[in-house]
């Protein structure tokens, strides 16, 4: 097994939590290719979200920070397949286009910073996949996945709120005191998020 994969998979809190950077450091570029490449069979085949999502950030913060201070060509072009796939967020294609042009080109900081981008692009993405999927395993939540037109939208805002009873130029206000849980964590991101 790979020294980077196992810091995913590891039952060791010790290997688990040690520093990406630190590991990085210490391996030779051609070292730092294997585990890339170790890396990008690991995400694909795995069935664990936590150990797919590790993994793309993983190759996102080698291909973006630890190659290219390892000594890549500093120019190259990049493939404009790939670049077509990454703009439709077709990110699997955009890196099996990336990963050909290194194996025939060789690797230069464009496609590095290319892969970065679009291994983190899949990243969040995946990520945004399985809360989506959560989301729409609740019967009651269906409601959000069959709108195709804004009139297919259920709420409504009540009609009274658009008629004007008062002598001033004031509508009727609506006060909303519902409890939300908020993450302080993630940019103050709720599980209520309609609200």
């Known amino acids: 097994m790979s020294i980077l994969t196992e810091l995913i998979t590891s039952e060791n809190p010790h290997v688990r939590d040690s520093s990406l950077d630190d590991h990085c450091k210490k391996l030779t570029l051609d070292d730092i290719l294997i585990e890339c490449h170790a890396l990008e069979e690991f995400w694909r085949r795995s069935d664990n979200l936590y150990e797919r999502v590790r993994a793309l950030f993983f190759l996102y913060a080698i291909y973006r920070f630890h190659l290219p201070e390892k000594g890549i060509k500093p120019k190259?072009?990049?493939?404009?397949?790939?670049?077509?796939?990454?703009?439709?967020?077709?990110y699997v294609e955009a890196i099996d286009v990336f990963l050909n042009s290194i194996r025939k080109e060789g690797l230069n900081e464009g496609i590095a910073s290319a892969l970065a981008k679009t291994y983190q692009s899949l990243g969040f993405q995946t990520l945004a996949d399985q809360v989506r999927k959560s989301v729409k395993s609740i019967k009651g939540n269906n409601w959000m996945f069959r709108i195709g037109h804004p009139d297919d939208q259920p709420l409504r805002i009540r009609k009274e709120l658009f008629i004007?009873?008062?002598?001033?130029?004031?509508?009727?206000?609506?006060?909303?005191?519902?409890?939300?849980?908020?993450?302080?964590?993630?940019?103050?991101w709720s599980d209520i998020f309609f609200l």
């Open 76 to 90: 190259g072009l990049i493939p404009f397949e790939g670049y077509e796939h990454f703009l439709k967020r077709r």
């Open 164 to 188: 004007n009873r008062t002598a001033s130029n004031l509508f009727p206000l609506l006060h909303e005191e519902t409890p939300v849980r908020m993450d302080l964590s993630h940019s103050g």
